[in-house]
């Protein structure tokens, strides 16, 4: 897309790029930071669409938000799951309402979950 846009502006000036819904979000926030055009870049967009963005930036401002950790390193991880008691919610960072999100009651249940999910970085709370 980032290619086609820019072989677009060679011959049409681009001012503004506009998201027509939520899914169009993060495609035109690359594409105005590659093309520097002003508007909300792709970091800015996180704290509207990733949860554990939101969660942390929640976190920093000093919002109550309950315990999370992301599904990115077991060791942290198995630590998680040490210090805060089941059952966990284990959900997308980035997929719209509810698609994906599964209810853990075991440490087992993590495991196949987490490996099929690392595409998708999941957050665990």
């Not at 681009?14 to 105005?32: G, K, S, T, W, Y």
């Not at 669409?49 to 599904?71: N, S, T, W, Y």
Request: contains cysteine; proline residues 8%.
């Amino acid at each position: 897309m980032i290619h086609a846009v820019s072989y677009m502006a060679r011959t049409v000036k681009i001012d503004r790029i506009v998201a027509l819904d939520e899914f169009d979000m993060e495609p035109a926030a690359e594409l105005r930071e590659h093309m520097r055009i002003p508007g909300m870049g792709a970091t800015t967009l996180r704290y509207f669409r990733d949860k554990l963005a939101m969660r942390e930036r929640a976190h920093q401002a000093g919002i109550l938000v309950p315990p999370f950790c992301p599904v990115l390193n077991y060791d942290v991880l198995r630590e998680f799951m040490a210090r805060v008691a089941p059952p966990w919610v284990l959900k997308p960072r980035s997929e719209a309402s509810a698609i994906g999100i599964r209810k853990l009651e075991r440490t087992e249940d993590l495991w196949p979950c987490s490996i099929s999910l690392a595409t998708a970085s999941p957050i665990i709370y």
